[in-house]
């Protein structure tokens, strides 16, 4: 079975700095990886997967196959990035689009 | 147009009581997923439904949990005699579903807390 870990709970840093958000995973397939945020009083939302290739709100993503890791970085952080992050894998196949979630990281930008 | 959308926001019950969470998905999406959000568990899968057939009910963790879904549309989780243990918030997302089962986006609802005292 594939599992998500995301290590830190609690992540604090100031306005302007490089973040890193850490996500590992164990899956033995191709999985496809995605970051979800959560905002104070917002909803679960996507901010990334790894197939799009893309930045989002300054925030990048690369999967490394062998590492198995999928770590979110932003250069440079800024107050509004405050928010739950979460880490999922898709482990393809015939799951039904079923995602498998971490453990979230709290992530606190002070200004 | 309307998110997802998930009553009641706040829910307080006395163990061994029965509740009932419900979801309305995006109109249009067949793909209907319950989760469940606890403090330090992350979230936790539980029920999926494509259409109005629940394919995959592993995550469901014990048989006072049961789900169903009605004209492809609304949903509803029904916790039967509930524990103190069940107390998290319960979040309900949907998503266009391919025939492969790639994922798509999931489009979360707000969530409903259920808190039993």
């Known amino acids: 079975a594939q599992r998500v870990t995301q290590p830190e709970k609690l992540l604090s840093v100031f306005k302007g700095a490089p973040v890193e958000l850490k996500c590992n995973y164990s899956y033995s397939g191709s999985p496809e990886l995605f970051w979800y945020v959560q905002y104070s009083r917002q909803r679960l939302q996507l901010l990334l997967r790894h197939i799009s290739r893309e930045s989002i709100k300054g925030f990048t993503a690369d999967l490394n196959k062998g590492e198995t890791s999928f770590h979110l970085k932003k250069p440079f952080a800024q107050e509004e990035d405050s928010a739950m992050y979460y880490c999922?894998?898709?482990?393809?196949?015939?799951?039904?689009?079923?995602?498998?979630f971490g453990q979230g990281t709290i992530l606190t930008v002070h200004p | 147009g309307a998110g997802v959308s998930q009553s009641p926001s706040n829910k307080v019950t006395e163990k061994g009581k029965d509740v009932e969470l419900r979801c309305d998905p995006i109109s249009g999406h067949t793909a209907l997923y319950w989760y469940r959000q606890s403090l330090g568990q992350g979230l936790e899968f539980l029920i999926y439904f494509q259409g109005n057939s629940a394919p995959d009910k592993s995550g469901l963790p014990s048989d006072r949990f049961s789900a169903e879904r009605t004209g492809g549309s609304v949903s509803t989780l029904t916790i039967q005699r509930t524990q103190q243990e069940d107390s998290a918030v319960y979040l309900c997302a949907s998503s266009l579903a391919s025939p492969s089962g790639r994922p798509y986006e999931q489009y979360f609802g707000p969530g409903t807390r259920l808190t039993v005292t």
């Open positions: 999922a894998l898709f482990p393809g196949g015939t799951s039904y689009g079923k995602l498998t």
